[in-house]
């Protein structure tokens, strides 16, 4: 009997759970609780409903017809879920996601875990904004605290002269400072862990943010670290899942500087960062987190080659319709243009500055270096087009 998984949030990720679900027969469909009519997810959903990712009202009726619930996304309202867990499964636990969503908090949970993190400070005004600059210098890390993530609500604040700029950009939103961590190497760790605590993590990524934007651009597996960090960012992500309640994929975050791994953040749930395990690893993190929060055993996470995601984002000047095209030719859904080379088109009904509507994955050839990966990508990368429609 298939089990029915509630999702607060009908997007690219639920999307790609719905694809996993029906490309391999897994034993399990989706309801989706999602504002926009015919959501990306919708054509693999059992039920639409419509309705705000806070909605009291609509996230019970998503309860009411769900065996489990989970979320694709961090506005999810955590104080209903924490209610209806009382009578339903809710994963990851909601008591997790309140502490997540707030980086202020998720900073300080972490610290008194004894997980390492940059340091960091409350922002109230002003005068708090000064002492912070006094304290950690500049540049200096500045980070909305509530309903922010992917990047959104960052800010690094380079020059004195910006702290107005600052003050009226975050105006009425509560802010954390965070040390700036002049970092070698951004990478991620996908990391699982079911209702009975087994705890797995995929390969260690390394993730290259876009220049003018602070939003995922390319991952490239493995991260092209030291074995030690590898090993050492892997250790770091199991004792933060053994930190955190409820099962569930989590996408954690990470620093490297010298020796040194700081977690940056936590995603409680699927991550942009780990699409590349779609196609490159035994087991998808999406088919993961069902196992997850199903009570299944989880799946194999080996590598079976190299590889890099990148990212098809919106262009800063244009919102409206649009196609993605591989040399003239329109995509939709998943296609594999060529070996070992695929596209995935998220369904979005427009495309927006700097919005993810795709992503492109590449599987390394035999014996190919991840050099030379890097510029097979970067050329098949130009040749995938956003059209305006």
């Known amino acids: 009997m298939r089990k029915r998984i509630g999702f607060v949030g009908g997007g690219q990720l639920c999307r790609m759970i719905g694809e996993d679900i029906r490309s391999k027969n897994l034993p399990f469909e ?7 009519p015919k959501c990306p997810a919708y054509p693999f959903l059992s039920e639409q409903i419509i309705g705000g990712f806070k909605d009291e009202n609509k996230i ?10 989970t979320y694709e996304i961090e506005l999810a309202n955590s104080k209903i879920l924490n209610e209806i867990q009382k009578n339903k499964p809710v994963h990851p636990s909601p008591e997790t996601l309140e502490i997540i969503q707030d980086k202020y908090m998720q900073a300080s949970f972490l610290k008194n875990n004894d997980i390492p993190v940059p340091d960091f400070m409350k922002i109230y005004n002003k005068t708090d904004l000064i002492e912070a600059i006094n304290i950690f210098g500049l540049p200096l890390m500045i980070k909305a605290r509530i309903d922010s993530y992917d990047g959104r609500g960052n800010f690094v604040l380079m020059e004195k002269r910006q702290i107005e700029d600052v003050i009226e950009m975050f105006k009425e939103r509560s802010l954390m400072a965070q040390k700036y961590i002049h970092y070698d190497v951004e990478i991620s760790v996908i990391a699982a862990r079911n209702i009975k605590g087994e705890i797995s993590t995929f390969p260690v990524g390394e993730n290259i943010h876009g220049k003018d934007y602070n939003i995922l651009r390319t991952t490239i597996v493995p991260a092209r670290i030291k074995s030690n960090l590898e090993i050492k960012a892997k250790q770091v992500a199991e004792i933060t899942m053994n930190t955190l309640k409820g099962g569930g994929v989590f996408g954690i975050e ?12 936590i995603a409680p749930r699927v991550h942009n960062s780990g699409h590349y395990t779609i196609e490159a690893c035994e087991t998808s993190q999406f088919e993961q987190h069902l196992r997850a929060i199903a009570g299944m055993d989880l799946g194999g996470t080996r590598l079976n080659s190299i590889a890099i995601m990148h990212n098809i984002i919106g262009e800063k000047n244009y919102s409206g319709g649009y196609d993605i095209s591989y040399l003239g030719k329109g995509i939709t859904g998943v296609c594999e243009i060529e070996e070992g080379v695929y596209v995935h088109n998220y369904g979005k009904h427009e495309v927006k500055p700097y919005r993810k509507i795709g992503h492109i994955t590449l599987l390394g050839r035999k014996k190919e270096s991840t050099e030379e990966l890097m510029i097979r990508a ?7 087009k956003i059209l305006p429609k």
Request: hydrophobic residues 50%.
């Open 60 to 69: 019970r009726e998503l309860a009411e017809k769900s065996d489990i619930l």
């Open 30 to 36: 989706l309801i989706a609780l999602d504002p926009t």
């Open 254 to 265: 990470m620093l490297v500087k010298g020796e040194n791994v700081l977690v940056n953040e």
């Open 378 to 384: 970067f050329s098949i990368k130009n040749l995938v």
